[in-house]
């Protein structure tokens, strides 16, 4: 862990910026400041706690997400889509996982260019562990109280659906 500094230096950062003329922007520097601050935290957290089984977050997400589906397989491409990354990076972590022994790829059954990933035994396991371990070290108590929690939801989604992060759901049909 980083030793404490005092007095916070994203507040100075702030502080500055005003001192600076920019004083239009201090807060939106400051508050974009903090989330960045934040997220490396909260990532050190969960590579810790994921060290212990060889999974980085991206690895970890690309086998649950694999978990979460009824085959327990999926085209590379989906998977990308899903999990809103760069094809490269899906590549990367199918060998990575598949040299593990978490997952395999198989030629997609009606495309010939595809190819599917799919979840093993031994990477369905691994997922499981690793999911107990970042609920019971990261998630059960991400250092916010509960109304915090619901309202960071609510402000980073929407603030993610602005960006074009993703579409209103559409509504319900009724054949």
Do not use: C
Not at 15 to 28: E, S, V
Not at 146 to 157: F, R, V
């Amino acid at each position: 862990m980083i030793e404490p500094v005092h007095p916070d230096p994203i507040a100075e950062a702030g502080r500055q910026w005003i001192k600076h003329g920019w004083a239009d922007a201090a807060d939106g520097m400051t508050a974009i400041t903090a989330i960045m601050r934040t997220q490396q935290i909260l990532l050190s957290r969960i590579e810790k706690a994921l060290k212990p089984f060889g999974l980085t977050f991206s690895r970890y997400e690309l086998l649950t997400l694999l978990s979460f589906t009824r085959s327990g397989a999926l085209p590379m491409a989906k998977a990308s889509a899903r999990l809103q990354v760069h094809p490269t990076s899906v590549t990367n972590a199918v060998d990575r996982l598949e040299s593990a022994g978490f997952v395999k790829r198989l030629p997609h059954p009606t495309d010939g260019r595809g190819t599917l990933v799919e979840i093993t035994d031994d990477g369905r396991a691994i997922a499981a562990q690793a999911t107990a371990a970042l609920n019971a070290t990261v998630f059960e108590n991400p250092g916010f109280e509960q109304p915090e929690l619901d309202s960071l939801i609510g402000m980073l989604g929407r603030f993610r659906r602005d960006a074009g992060d993703f579409g209103q759901p559409e509504p319900a049909t009724h054949d």
